[in-house]
């Protein structure tokens, strides 16, 4: 009987085969995205542009030599606390939020691969036919191979944002950094959009955004966070070349450590 051909993975050879840029700071991260971030200017649902702007910047990283790994939220699509403020359950109204973000991920893995990023989606709520279950020891192997690993469904359990979901797999992956990726370029003292005198702070502590209720993620992710020394830098992805920049400690961000 013949022998099947191996499989060609020519593809994450190039992306392992880059080695990491002496610019670099930090070796692996994982990135928190919004699911509102995905949307654009649109009400609800995905915007390719923006999903494909978000892909490239990620590319680049990966170029540099950085391992990288993501979670991104569900709120485009829908949001466990809204639908448990309208009379549904909560636990149901949570696990169709899970869902929500594994529909983010696919289209950010389909996004990243035809950039030719090979990349992988891990769901916490097992769904062999569309993506592979989360397996920690695999995720690393995967980003050693310098594959991208989205993280899908949260923590897989209801009442935990996915927030702490990336705070999570942050610690779970031995993560150097968690970049959260916001609309602003910071973290302020409120929100600018709405407050002219709204302060930026290029430093916090992680008692500072405890204390102040900055609302730069939620307190348990915070808190995970501070337990296992990861710091937290938060900048906009919508400037162009963002991403890159922090790797290198450069351009507008906030450090929260």
């Known amino acids: 009987m013949p022998l099947s051909a191996p499989k060609d993975d020519t593809n994450d050879r190039k992306a392992a085969s880059h080695a990491l840029s002496p610019e670099v700071r930090y070796p692996r991260v994982l990135l928190k995205l919004s699911g509102e971030a995905l949307m654009g200017t649109r009400d609800y649902g995905l915007d390719s542009e923006i999903v494909d702007r978000v892909a490239a910047e990620i590319k680049t990283v990966v170029e540099m030599g950085v391992e990288v790994c993501a979670v991104i939220g569900g709120g485009n699509i829908f949001r466990g606390v809204s639908g448990a403020a309208q009379g549904m359950d909560r636990a149901t109204a949570d696990y169709m939020g899970m869902l929500a973000t594994v529909i983010n991920a696919l289209a950010m893995q389909n996004a990243l691969e035809k950039i030719g990023v090979p990349t992988r989606v891990q769901s916490a709520i097992p769904m ?24 899908a469904a949260g923590t897989g359990n209801p009442f935990f944002t996915t927030d702490s979901a990336a705070a999570l797999r942050a610690s779970e992956m031995q993560c150097d950094a968690l970049l959260k990726a916001t609309k602003v370029d910071g973290v302020y003292s409120a929100d600018p959009a709405k407050d002219k005198n709204a302060v930026r702070y290029d430093k916090l502590s992680y008692m500072d955004v405890l204390a102040q209720d900055l609302q730069v993620m939620d307190t348990s992710a915070i808190s995970l966070a501070r337990q296992s020394h990861i710091p937290i830098l938060v900048f906009s992805i919508f400037t162009h070349g963002a991403f890159a920049e922090v790797m290198k400690g450069k351009g507008k961000f906030t450090l929260v450590s």
């Open 128 to 151: 062999s036919s569309v993506c592979e279950a989360y397996i920690r020891r695999r995720a690393i192997r995967h980003m050693e191979k310098g594959r991208v690993v989205i993280f």
